[in-house]
């Protein structure tokens, strides 16, 4: 069992910051965006001390200790800023590290109070090829744009979710003889499914934190059954109104499914941008439409 993230406090706090840069190097979503702050809490710290050193001149009283003293001030102001809203940059730097992972396939897996992803898909073990990707678009591409227009969002913004809740088609629940459920975004079995169901590792976050655990998912006979029931579970559940209607605006469809309890990753609209971002260089690379 790995030991938990540790966010340093202060910004001379080396032992923290040791914990959280070898639980950044395991690829932990937590400890990537608790880096990202503390790097915007340095840039932060040197933009105080550049503006300080630009300053008219000392004024009464100041010394080499009461300088010490500001700088420390200083340090730890930047890094109180950097876990508040801070400047952006930590988010930024967050976005970037998520597209990389999407465009080599390795997103991390997206659970949900309706729908979670199987915790196969967070391993992203074997990278996949542009082809791959390609062949996975194409072959979603006329049901996603039925599905687009029923519920007023861009093709690629469904298509991009299903290769983010299934790996790009590869890491979709199967049955205990293989058989894959067609599953493509990931929809639990809950007490009022009558259809099939498998079973499946999935892995759920608790304020910030995953673990893994075993849950039911919905099965279904083809990838068309499985885009009609999605569509059908968006229209019908007032909790993900906010998503209908989103058009290309991504951004405000994976919040709309965020607050709707779609998605407890903290990351997911990071991740789900990404995975967008990553079709957009798929068609400007040739991938037609």
């Known amino acids: ?72 001030y200083d340090q730890q102001l930047a ?8 400047l952006g940059l930590a988010d930024m730097l967050m976005q970037q590290l998520t597209r990389a992972n999407a465009a080599h396939g390795t997103a991390a897996a997206t659970p949900a109070a309706a729908a979670a992803t199987p915790a196969a898909s967070a391993a992203g073990a074997d990278k996949i090829s542009s082809a791959q990707q390609a062949s996975f678009v194409r072959t979603l591409e006329p049901l996603a744009q039925s599905a687009g227009q029923s519920l007023g969002v861009a093709p690629d913004t469904l298509i991009a979710q299903a290769a983010l809740e299934t790996g790009w088609g590869r890491n979709m629940p199967t049955d205990s ?24 590792n999935t892995t759920e976050y608790d304020q910030g934190t995953p673990s893994t655990t075993r849950a039911a998912f919905r099965s279904y006979g083809d990838a068309s059954q499985s885009v009609g029931d999605y569509v059908s579970l968006l229209q019908t559940s007032p909790r993900y109104a906010g998503a209908l209607g989103a058009g290309s ?7 709309g499914l ?27 690379a040739g991938l037609k439409s």
């Open 79 to 86: 890094l109180q800023m950097a876990h508040g809203k801070g």
């Open 249 to 255: 605006d991504v951004h405000a469809f994976a919040n």
């Open 258 to 284: 965020q607050r709707g309890g779609y998605a407890t990753d903290p990351d997911y609209v990071n991740k789900l941008v990404a995975t967008v971002a990553t079709l957009r260089q798929l068609r400007a």
């Open 1 to 72: 069992m790995s030991p938990p993230t540790v966010a340093p406090s202060f910004y001379a706090d080396f032992q923290g910051l040791d914990r959280l840069r070898a639980s950044a190097a395991r690829q932990d979503p937590q400890a990537l965006r608790e880096a990202a702050r503390q790097f915007e809490g340095l840039f932060t710290a040197m933009m105080l001390k550049s503006m300080r050193e630009a300053s008219l001149g000392s004024g009464l009283g100041d010394s080499e200790e009461t300088k010490t003293y500001q700088d420390m």
């Open 177 to 200: 003889n293989g058989r894959s459920s067609s599953n493509l975004f990931g929809v639990k079995a809950g007490d009022s499914w009558r259809g099939a169901a498998v079973q499946a």
